[in-house]
């Protein structure tokens, strides 16, 4: 498996909708709507997020998962990932990416953390309300006091503005929607 960054705009969108609708699901309400919206007009203008991209030899895609910078920009917390094809590829995503970034990773199951271990996270700390907070071993904190808060979304305004926003909502939506059906087949490496 090979990663790659997808940074062309059209791409980068429709992979992002792909990963919103995958990791939500259809039964999500407007949850996959307001994420991809905040990941596309916030964190991707502000260059705090990565979305990355599992393919095949070939280039397709195989899995997807989006980073989001700490706010001293030294760590990366893996905010959201799924699998495109049935065969363990998010596994072998995550496992690169456990390698070559500071990654973070926040669990609050222990089947979860145990697919992360499986993943080569081996550093791990009792975060807040029963989470447990994973680190790669680029990640350079050495305890959780040296974490730094990872830039977050405030999805109550973004969904306050697409309710007092009727344009903005429909706007999004069909953005939304365009990148779901422009979704490739191939990206390019």
């Known amino acids: 498996m090979k990663v790659v960054q997808i940074k062309e705009a059209g791409q980068r969108d429709a992979c992002l909708a792909r990963l919103c609708a995958e990791v939500y699901g259809q039964k999500a309400g407007l949850t996959p709507l307001v994420v991809f919206t905040g990941a596309r007009n916030v964190l991707f ?10 393919v095949d030899k070939a280039g397709k895609p195989q899995a997807l998962a989006l980073l989001v910078l700490d706010e001293t920009g030294e760590g990366m917390t893996l905010t959201h990932a799924c699998e495109l094809e049935p065969n363990g590829a998010k596994q072998r995503l995550i496992s690169e990416l456990t390698l070559k970034a500071p990654l973070r990773v926040e669990v609050d199951s222990a089947e979860l953390e145990a697919f992360y271990q499986s993943c080569g996270i081996k550093r791990w700390f009792n975060g807040a309300d029963h989470k447990r907070i994973g680190l790669s071993v680029r990640h350079p904190a050495g305890s959780q006091e040296e974490l730094a808060a ?28 365009n990148g779901l059906n422009q979704f490739p087949a191939f990206l390019n490496a």
């Open 150 to 177: 990872t830039v977050a979304l405030d999805e109550a305004l973004i969904l306050r503005r697409f309710k007092h926003d009727a344009k903005a909502f429909e706007s999004a939506k069909q953005d939304f929607l």
């Open 45 to 54: 203008k502000q260059e705090v997020a990565r979305l990355l991209a599992g």
